[in-house]
């Protein structure tokens, strides 16, 4: 007599084990930290002064981030350094984000409602800055901080984050065209930097996308 497979069981116990990343992705806080880890390394310190957020409150997201397997972290010396655990994982961020813009229409209206108080930016596409790379005519600068930019970078692009942004300017003729990118669709500092270049006289342009926009397109091609 051949014995009933327990399916119900294997059913229960595999939805609950799906389940585990959905419960971990029901926090705000915990989709920031982890969207700050798609841009490279980052301590407890600099994850508590990048969200404004308490220490206490990053280490116990990032414990429940952990128990999902979703993060790692080794040891710098005296720092804990936290990353995605996988390229999967990043992967699977910026599908979240795409998926979400695609069902909530309050996503673009609250993205748009933002960019309308920082006045009209020129916008180009990966399309038209990789022409405008190519045939030199563009300056492509990556405002995050620094060690985002080491982490990873648009090849071609250079490093300047927000604070070091006045001092590079005044080291440019006010004839360059110049062109920013931050942390991808939902990063401002790549606006907030075409506004202040645009009110120093340069010819500035807004680029949406980051670097795994950026990679992800050069893939396709």
């Known amino acids: 007599m051949t014995q009933e497979l327990p399916v119900r069981d294997f059913k229960d116990n595999l939805y609950h084990q799906f389940s585990r990343i959905g419960k971990c992705l029901s926090s705000d806080k915990r989709l920031e930290l982890m969207h700050l880890l798609s841009q490279g390394p980052k301590s407890v310190e600099k994850m508590v002064e990048a969200t404004g957020m308490s220490m206490a409150n990053v280490s116990r997201h990032l414990q429940i981030l952990l128990d999902a397997n979703l993060v790692k972290f080794n040891k710098k010396g005296t720092y804990v350094i936290y990353t995605l655990a996988s390229p999967q994982v990043e992967s699977f961020l910026n599908s979240l984000w795409r998926i979400s813009k695609m069902q909530l229409a309050d996503i673009?209206?609250?993205?748009?409602?933002?960019?309308?108080?920082?006045?009209?930016?020129?916008?180009?596409?990966?399309?038209?800055?990789?022409?405008?790379?190519?045939?030199?005519?563009?300056i492509l600068l990556d405002v995050r901080p620094c060690e985002e930019y080491e982490a990873a970078h648009i090849p071609g692009a250079v490093s300047v984050p927000m604070e070091k942004l006045h001092h590079f300017l005044q080291t440019l003729p006010k004839g360059s065209q110049?062109?920013?990118?931050?942390?991808?669709?939902?990063?401002?500092?790549?606006?907030?930097?075409?506004?202040?270049?645009?009110?120093?006289?340069?010819?500035?342009?807004?680029?949406?996308?980051?670097?795994?926009?950026?990679?992800?397109?050069?893939?396709?091609?």
């Open 108 to 138: 673009t209206r609250i993205k748009n409602d933002f960019m309308y108080q920082l006045g009209e930016l020129d916008t180009l596409s990966m399309d038209e800055m990789k022409k405008k790379m190519e045939d030199g005519s563009i």
């Open 178 to 221: 110049i062109a920013a990118y931050c942390r991808g669709p939902y990063c401002v500092f790549a606006a907030e930097a075409v506004r202040v270049m645009q009110k120093e006289g340069f010819t500035a342009f807004h680029m949406e996308e980051g670097v795994y926009e950026w990679q992800e397109y050069h893939t396709i091609l």
